[in-house]
């Protein structure tokens, strides 16, 4: 996944700052974009073996640059969504060890935050179930990007006073 800013890689709560150069990557748990003051970054969390998403999210026509937090690991998703209480939170339908409706179960425990699951898989029954577990929408990949701006923006209107 090529970056084309300032990065800040992070293992959980221990970040580790790096200047990233055109075409650098990031593989493993971290977060992504640094705006100026973290106070006026919306918090994305995305917990998918998939980091395709973190793209879009970083090319959100908005004020400030957000913050993408970014993990494969179910169980560091839960921790980095104690310890940073993201705005908006991205789960992968198929995780290692958990299935992302089940990790939507856990999360809707302690965040309310606008909760999306993704997956290839085009399955009503699927759908349902993510819904039913406490996801604010299932949508199925390939993600549009103009799509998903359209769906974060309509979420970010309903469940933050943010402006986008």
Request: glycine share 4%; with cysteine.
């Amino acid at each position: 996944m090529p970056l084309n800013q300032l990065t800040c890689a992070m293992h959980l709560d221990q970040p580790v700052f790096v200047n990233n150069l055109q075409g650098s990557t990031i593989k493993s748990s971290g977060i992504i974009g640094l705006p100026e003051t973290l106070e006026d970054c919306m918090k994305f969390l995305v917990i998918d073996n998939d980091p395709a998403i973190i793209d879009i999210i970083q090319n959100l026509p908005v004020d400030s640059p957000p913050m993408v937090l970014y993990t494969s690991s179910p169980k560091d998703g839960i921790t980095l969504v104690k310890l940073h209480q993201p705005e908006f939170i991205f789960i992968g339908a198929l995780l290692d060890g958990i299935s992302g409706i089940e990790l939507c179960k856990v999360v809707r425990q302690f965040s309310k935050a606008p909760l999306f699951i993704s997956s290839a898989l085009d399955d009503p029954q699927i759908l349902v179930a993510a819904l039913n577990a406490g996801a604010d929408d299932y949508l199925i990949k390939p993600i549009s990007n103009r799509v998903l701006a359209a769906k974060i923006k309509a979420s970010v209107r309903r469940f933050t006073t943010r402006p986008l």
